[in-house]
């Protein structure tokens, strides 16, 4: 008894020392996403959040496929799922993750083995260097940011001049789009908002991005993407 009430204390600490080694987040989004997903990381890929982000990921690949690239950063990149399907396709390709759960970083570092850059951060400080980049995409996530407009201007610096953004994320029309955001306050995944095509248009010009392409995905979701001005 005594033997299992230290194991369960070792095992808490490591837990409380991991997690600790996360700074706190300056937003109660941040913190709600952390959690969330820290709980859901084991099981993600098979929940309906997995499910959705799966297509969104597919329909990607296939506009990546049309791409020539060297290096590509995936902004919340979760259990590595986008990561995982390049890095089988093409192995010269330098890859990148960055997620703010502790949870999904360490599944996705399992999975992917040495084969990806894996951060734990936060897409508003992205720890690369200016023009780092061909190809950032960020699938399933940019919902999630509290100031969009710092994550597309730290994602602009660590493109190269004329990088490609790729957004894929959740979408419905009006007035379901307007029904779903004025529920997302009582939701626990830390969703802040889903954007209109108007909208995400005009946060990337405003960004220095020009858009090339936004299309709808399905029912639930749109994929954009757009290019680096200079
Ligand atoms: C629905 S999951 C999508 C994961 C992955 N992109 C996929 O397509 O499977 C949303 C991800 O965004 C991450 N996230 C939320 N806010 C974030 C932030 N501020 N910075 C980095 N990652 C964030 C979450 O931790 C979670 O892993």
């Not at 307007?178 to 010009?205: C, H, T, W």
Request: hydrophobic share 40%; charged share 25%; glycine share 6%.
């Amino acid at each position: 008894m005594q033997v299992r009430t230290a194991n369960r204390s070792a095992a808490s600490e490591g837990r409380e020392a991991a997690r600790s080694a996360v700074p706190r987040s300056d937003d109660p989004h941040k913190e709600r996403s952390k959690s969330y997903f820290d709980k859901l990381a084991e099981r993600y890929d098979l929940s309906y959040a997995g499910r959705h982000s799966a297509h969104l990921v597919e329909v990607v690949l296939t506009w990546l496929s049309q791409e020539s690239f060297d290096s590509l950063l995936d902004v919340g990149c979760g259990t590595g799922n986008l990561l995982a399907a390049i890095s089988e396709t093409d192995e010269t390709v330098r890859l990148s993750g960055i997620d703010i759960s502790l949870g999904m970083v360490s599944t996705a570092k399992r999975r992917l083995d040495g084969m990806a850059d894996l951060r734990v951060g936060d897409s508003e400080k992205l720890p690369w260097a200016e023009g780092a980049f061909d190809v950032v995409v960020t699938t399933d996530s940019f919902h999630h940011y509290p100031r969009p407009a710092r994550v597309l201007s730290e994602i602009k610096r660590v493109l190269k001049s004329k990088g490609l953004l790729i957004i894929a994320d959740p979408w419905w029309p009006t007035p379901i789009r307007q029904l779903v955001n004025l529920s997302l306050p009582f939701v626990r995944r830390g969703d802040v908002r889903v954007y209109s095509e108007k909208a995400i248009q005009k946060m990337l010009a405003q960004s220095g991005f020009s858009v090339i392409r936004w299309e709808r995905v399905g029912y639930s979701g749109y994929i954009v993407t757009a290019s680096a001005t200079q």
